[in-house]
């Protein structure tokens, strides 16, 4: 199956070194890497221009930033310059926000696309409940109805609620995603509901992150061959 283009690695967890002596092995074997909030404030932005070197494909910088409209576009704008092909904010910062932080991104990171992150899976129906008072399922299409009021916004979210965005035209980048054999042998470790790469694209997914499957797996070489 060739999934292996839309794979961004979530490099979680890894000291820089680790991350550095990593990257050669993934380059131009998969789409992406994703750099999250933790390694970017513990190693700074330098080290997206450093990562760049040793990995010849794209960035997914997954700050998930959530603040005021003028804070958030200039937040953004500190990102000119970077070499980010996909960036997130969170939906729940309302339209208003979202417009705002498109437009920054726009001006500053012309190439980049601007994913909208919605209800987060570590959220259960009963926190939803006292959140957003109404399930998960129907948190997610009020937040997709905020986010469609910004044309241009991509979506981050599960395979299973990649059926309840009903305008296919929406990039959408989908995160807890497993091989069949770590599914079968249960090691889906804290995620709730995994798919496949191959159940997730046929379900419309544009994009797959995928961590600890990649990260940790015990054959590289062959972990990425299925992706092949
Ligand atoms: O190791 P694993 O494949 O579970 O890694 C998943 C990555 O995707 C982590 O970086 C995690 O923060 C991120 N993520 C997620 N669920 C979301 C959004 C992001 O697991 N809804």
Request: charged share 25%; aromatic share 6%; net charge negative.
């Amino acid at each position: 199956m060739k999934a292996a283009q839309k794979v961004f690695v979530a490099l979680d967890n890894m000291e820089r070194d680790e991350v550095l002596a990593f990257l050669p092995k993934l380059s131009t074997k998969v789409g992406g890497i994703k750099i999250g909030l933790e390694m970017y404030l513990r190693f700074g932005r330098d080290f997206l221009l450093e990562a760049k070197r040793f990995f010849d494909g794209e960035i997914f910088l997954d700050l998930k930033l959530h603040d005021i409209p003028n804070t958030v576009a200039k937040a953004i704008h500190g990102l000119s310059g970077l070499p980010i092909s996909f960036l997130n904010i969170h939906a729940s910062g309302g339209s208003a926000m979202m417009q705002a932080a498109l437009e920054a991104q726009q001006e500053a990171l012309p190439r980049t696309t601007l994913l909208a992150v919605t209800v987060l899976t570590s959220l259960d129906d009963s926190e939803t409940q006292s959140i957003y008072h109404t399930g998960r399922s129907d948190s997610f299409k009020r937040l997709l109805l905020e986010i469609e009021k910004v044309s241009g916004l991509g979506v981050v979210c599960s395979a299973a609620e990649l059926e309840l965005i009903p305008n296919r035209a929406i990039v959408t980048m989908v995160p807890g995603i497993r091989f069949e054999h770590e599914i079968s042998s249960g090691k889906i470790q804290d995620q709730k509901s995994v798919f496949t790469p191959e159940q997730a694209l046929e379900k419309g997914a544009s994009f797959l992150v995928m961590g600890r499957s990649i990260t940790r797996a015990p054959d590289l070489e062959r972990a990425l061959s299925l992706l092949a």
